[in-house]
């Protein structure tokens, strides 16, 4: 048979040329030492905290799980305050959720806070595609390729960088509380006895379960609902709100709903207060206290 | 769906969640597939075929292959599969028979394409007209839900490609087997070529000799059977091929029969494959899927209370998404092909550079659009039988690939509303000056500006229009003058085209016809505000299609003369630009996502 002469050499080219590049963008990231938080989208941002939740080198013994709300509270503030705890607040999602992805790990955490907010919130389906990627291999080999990392991709480092930039300067909304009008006979939400459920279970396993109801521009559910979960479950409710100035009429949001990164910081502040003085922090959350003030890195 | 506490079990080093099971479906970007893919490649090339039947060993092995690949997502599907192939084999065979009379052909025929419509219609239509037309309390005490039926992936690929071939082999008999003449089969004696000397060419001449039917009636079964075995895995072959199987291209008979043969892995252009598919999984993975989190917003409720802005980028963004998604995977898939030596026809050709309806048509999913062409609207009649009821045939022959894309009313309304231009474009004269004529290989255009703008120029300069191939003699300075103004002419043009093409793809995004009206009202409302993430994933995933389109505009301005003076370092920016999609490919993808136009 006539010996034909390769025709992929270009297909070899393109292959090193890829490698190059993989490689730059390693070590840019790498000598950079960006801490990627967020990302364009609420799968991807999800991913990143999950990721770093699951396969962080640091394991943390204390979790924040809930909303998009909660979210907003990152783990780095909480750093700032001297703890170790992670945030699972699910951009589109809710805590019941988180509490699945927990309770199904390998590692229970030692205190739990439960974002009061949402936590009779429905299933959606964005919880099916955080289930569905983090069942992928390719969730796993993210943890062995620091590059197939969710905080690694491209655009997750760019809007980032664009995000710190905008909260720096940006002025956000501000939005007058008002106290939402309970019934008198409130109905029980659909989803409490579950809620109840899980959090006895919580307590059952010996960790530390904390309700808290984050300062939200409008979505804060009815509050004589998450009182009495609070009551029947047998754990503190920490309403931050009536610790801060103002009832936190002074915070600033992004869309009227998630705080801004400054005043994220200091409804954490307070919120670790409160946990200080009831002492409800165990000791094995304590770390030394970060000097990075930094949201961008 | 939410179970409450969880029962805990796990698996590997990551743990389920007993909401939702894994699900290992054959997608091409997932691990999966990477392995079937591999398995297959290295069995098709590598293993020792007997060297006289090498071809049929490699058909049988790629046949199995999709087989396996088309059952992995549902295993009772293959039947159907199996069934609508053999159905298409054994007309073609009996098509391709000698001696068989014209009128009887035709009956053959006839049979194909409402066996293969019949069973397009039973499962993908039945839930639509029931639901639509008939009261629930007809058909509820039957035991089963008739809006229920599950709809088999591919099946509309499948079957056109079915009645390609039955039709095809009824036109020219030679599409199928190069030893059969294309002279009248039917009636009169069949005169066949005895090319290469087969045993079956051989004994078919036996039979031409006036004798035909008799003769081909006292065949033995077996004889009968094993003289049209190679026919039947060419046919089993050409349909399951997996590339193509469940989302196209709609590939034609006549295009893909005369490839089959025996190959080797010289046959793999592997610059080409590896290009395809690393473009094709770009637009797939990491446009797409990505900026499917931006569009996931383009649905009710989701979009109401949106300001305008984010309205309009969701619309952008889907304009966007469907394009990566659907020419990303055509683009896999003939990837994939060219690993097995075999080429699929172009799919998709800039779509969104169109300056007109027509043009789009001749842009965007190629292969539906020259099968409408080939297969209904010219046997309706085309433009032959008069104004209106060519105008006729454009809305009806649109009206009907539009319902192809699915069992909902407002995939007819969209097919029905370009029908509807292209009827406009074709009453107003609107001429299609993108695209040259002179297509040697069938799908594949080549944009002449020159040519486009020597003849603007001789209208304008009142000079006789040239024909078709010849140019005519202008200044440099009317060329550059023309050039600029078409240019601006032009993108006026596209911007307008893309708009109505966007607005249209509403109708996918919103099945429900109130939905688009209801979007349609909220845009008008004009609120202020926006959503710096969407923006972000549109802007961000949305520039390579614009760039890519940009691309295909300024191609022959400057990409071209600059490639011809400088072709080396012309190949080591294009090798590149491929390498850093790939580089996007591995560290940008977006979350895991089936193909649009698998629900098709």
């Not at chain 1, 640091?58 to 979790?63: A, L, Y």
């Not at chain 2, 193509?244 to 793999?268: N, R």
């Amino acid at each position: 048979m006539r010996k034909q002469s390769f025709n992929g050499k270009n297909a070899l080219g393109i292959v090193l040329i890829t490698m190059v590049l993989l490689i730059s963008y390693a070590v840019m990231l790498k000598l950079s030492g960006m801490n990627v938080r967020n990302s364009e989208s609420n799968l991807q941002s999800n991913l990143i905290r999950l990721h770093r939740y699951f396969f962080s080198s640091v394991p943390s013994q204390g979790v924040l799980v809930g909303s998009s709300i909660g979210g907003r509270l990152d783990s780095q503030y909480f750093r700032d305050q001297g703890l170790n705890i992670a945030n699972l607040g699910l951009d589109g999602s809710r805590p019941l959720y988180s509490l699945n992805l927990l309770l199904t790990g390998s590692k229970i955490p030692k205190i739990v806070i439960i974002e009061g907010n949402t936590i009779f919130w429905e299933y959606t389906g964005n919880d099916a595609a955080i289930t569905k990627e983090i069942n992928s291999p390719t969730f796993q080999m993210g943890s062995w390729f620091p590059l197939l990392s969710p905080d690694a991709r491209p655009s997750s480092v760019l809007f980032s960088i664009l995000k710190a930039r905008k909260e720096r300067h940006g002025d956000g909304m501000l939005v007058e509380y008002h106290e939402m009008e309970s019934d008198q006979e409130p109905s029980l939400p659909k989803n409490f006895s579950q809620s109840l459920e899980m959090i006895r279970h919580l307590k059952a396993m010996g960790v530390s379960v904390v309700l808290v109801t984050v300062p939200s521009g409008t979505k804060e559910s009815d509050p004589a609902a998450v009182e009495c979960l609070a009551r029947e479950a047998g754990v503190p409710l920490i309403k931050i709100r009536d610790h801060l100035p103002d009832r936190g009429n002074g915070l600033r949001y992004s869309d009227g709903m998630h705080l801004m990164g400054a005043d994220a910081r200091e409804v954490v502040k307070t919120l670790v207060q409160r946990l200080r003085i009831l002492d409800l922090i165990p000791k094995e959350v304590c770390i030394g206290r970060s000097n990075s003030t930094n949201p961008g890195n | 769906m939410d179970s409450g506490i969880p029962d805990g079990y796990c698996f590997l080093a990551f743990r389920r969640i007993n909401e939702v099971s894994i699900s290992f479906d054959m997608l091409f970007n997932t691990w999966t597939f990477l392995v079937f893919l591999a398995v297959t490649f290295v069995a098709y090339h590598f293993l020792p075929w007997p060297g006289r039947h090498r071809v049929w060993w490699q058909i049988g092995l790629l046949t199995v292959a999709s087989y396996v690949f088309y059952a992995w997502h549902t295993p009772w599907l293959v039947i159907i599969l199996a069934a609508s192939t053999w159905i298409n084999a054994y007309v073609t065979l009996r098509l391709v028979r000698p001696g068989t009379p014209p009128e009887e052909r035709k009956k053959w025929v006839a049979f194909a394409i409402m066996a293969n419509l019949g069973v397009l219609i039973f499962f993908k239509y039945t839930s639509l007209v029931v639901g639509t037309f008939l009261p629930h309390s007809w058909w509820s005490h039957w035991g089963f839900d008739l809006t229920q039926i599950p709809l088999p992936v591919g099946i509309s690929f499948f079957t056109f490609q079915g009645i390609s071939l039955v039709v095809d082999v009824y036109r020219k008999p030679s599409v199928v087997l190069e030893q059969y003449s294309d002279s009248d089969i039917g009636g009169g004696i069949c005169q066949i070529k005895d090319k290469g000397g087969t045993e079956e060419a051989r004994r078919l001449n036996g039979v031409a000799g006036g004798m035909h039917n008799r003769a081909a009636d006292s065949q033995s079964p077996i004889s009968k059977l094993q003289s049209s075995t190679p026919l039947f895995f060419k046919v089993a072959f050409f349909k399951a091929f997996f590339p193509q199987l469940v989302a196209g291209p709609i590939v034609k008979a006549h295009e893909f029969m005369h490839q089959i043969g025996a190959k080797t892995l010289a046959s793999v252009e592997w610059d080409d494959a590896v290009k395809k598919l690393i473009l094709g999984f770009f637009l797939k993975m990491v446009v797409a899927d990505n900026l499917r989190e931006a569009t996931a917003w383009l649905h009710y409720p989701e979009f109401v209370g949106k300001p305008a802005s984010v309205l309009i980028l969701m619309l952008y963004g889907f304009s966007f998404q469907i394009f990566a998604d659907f020419a990303g995977y055509s683009l896999i898939a003939m990837g994939l092909a060219r690993l097995f030596g075999y080429e699929l026809p172009m799919n998709f050709n800039f779509p969104y550079i169109s300056q007109s309806i027509t043009e789009f048509w001749r842009r965007w999913h190629i292969s539906l659009s020259t099968w409408l062409r080939e297969y209904l609207y010219i046997p309706l009649g085309g433009n032959r039988k008069g104004v209106l009821r060519t105008y006729a045939n454009l809305i009806l022959v649109m009206l009907l690939g539009g319902l192809w894309h699915g069992a909902a009313w407002s995939f007819m309304i969209w097919g029905c509303a370009h029908g509807v231009c292209l009827a406009a474009e074709r009453l107003f004269g609107v001429k299609v000056e993108g695209i040259a004529v002179g297509t040697k290989r069938l799908g594949r255009c080549e944009v002449d500006y020159d040519e486009v703008v020597a003849r603007r120029a001789a209208r304008l300069c009142g000079s006789e229009v040239p024909s078709k191939y010849e140019g005519i003699k202008v200044t440099d300075s009317q060329r550059q003058h023309f050039r600029i103004s078409n240019f601006i002419i032009s993108v006026a043009r596209i911007f307008l085209i893309f708009n109505l093409v966007s607005l249209l793809w509403l109708l996918f995004q919103l099945p429900n016809f109130k939905d688009v009206l209801l979007y349609l009202h909220e845009l008008s409302l004009l609120r202020q505000g926006g959503s710096p993430q969407i923006l972000f994933t549109v802007v961000f995933f949305g520039m390579p299609v614009i760039l890519y389109h940009f691309w295909a505009l300024l191609r022959p301005l400057c990409w071209d003369p600059f490639k011809a003076k400088n072709s080396d370092v012309a190949t080591y920016l294009m090798n590149g630009v491929y390498g850093m999609l790939l580089f996007l490919i591995i560290v940008n993808s977006g979350g895991s996502g089936s193909f649009l136009y698998f629900q098709f």
